[in-house]
């Protein structure tokens, strides 16, 4: 006969450990590009034992999803209030000008986020809803100040000004980007 059975360890409580995971699945992306995002990676990178990733999500599609909707609403929250502080048409071309410059362009991270989801999405189709939403956001936000097509035009304009400056070695400085915004615009 064996003596009595050890007490069981108490759970430990972690009602934010789903979020902290979300968070290091960004940071994990940044670091190592989606291609290099494992549930071990995550795991390791939230502090958790590897069992959680599959506890909170059912697959890692479903992490990246969560992961690049997370990213996307960061942005796009910064889109809405630069666009929602302009009380006019010329404050709001203003705000285009330092969205690109100086949000879209200025932090490297969001920036690889930013490229990461729409090289993800462009293999995997489902990914797509992400884009789309944030797409479909930032529409919003430029028609409150240009009618639809000219926010459906501006806003790609604007996805092409950031890749061209991300990708290039030689960026538009952001007097360039000011020209470009105008020239649009006029």
């Known amino acids: 006969m064996s003596g009595p059975a050890a007490p069981r360890r108490p759970r430990r409580h972690d009602p934010g450990r789903r979020d902290r995971l979300i968070d290091a699945a960004l940071t994990v992306i940044a670091e190592r590009g989606v291609a290099g995002t494992t549930h071990r990676e995550i795991a390791r990178a939230a502090d958790v034992p590897l069992g959680s990733m599959t506890y909170h999500f059912t697959s890692l599609d479903e992490v990246l999803a969560e992961a690049f909707t997370r990213h996307a609403d960061s942005v796009a929250r910064v889109f809405d209030e630069r666009l929602s502080a302009a009380p006019d048409r010329d404050a709001a071309v203003e705000a ?35 884009t789309q939403a944030w797409m479909a956001r930032s529409r919003r936000a430029l028609e409150r100040h240009f009618d639809a097509t000219t926010a459906r035009e501006l806003d790609a304009l604007i996805e092409g000004l950031v890749l061209h400056s991300a990708l290039s070695t030689d960026p538009m400085t952001p007097g360039q980007i000011r020209h470009a915004i105008h020239r649009y615009l006029r």
């Open 96 to 130: 285009v000008i330092t969205l690109v410059s100086d949000d879209l362009l200025g932090s490297r991270h969001d920036l690889v986020l930013t490229v990461e989801l729409y090289v993800a999405a462009a293999r995997n189709p489902a990914l797509r809803t992400v």
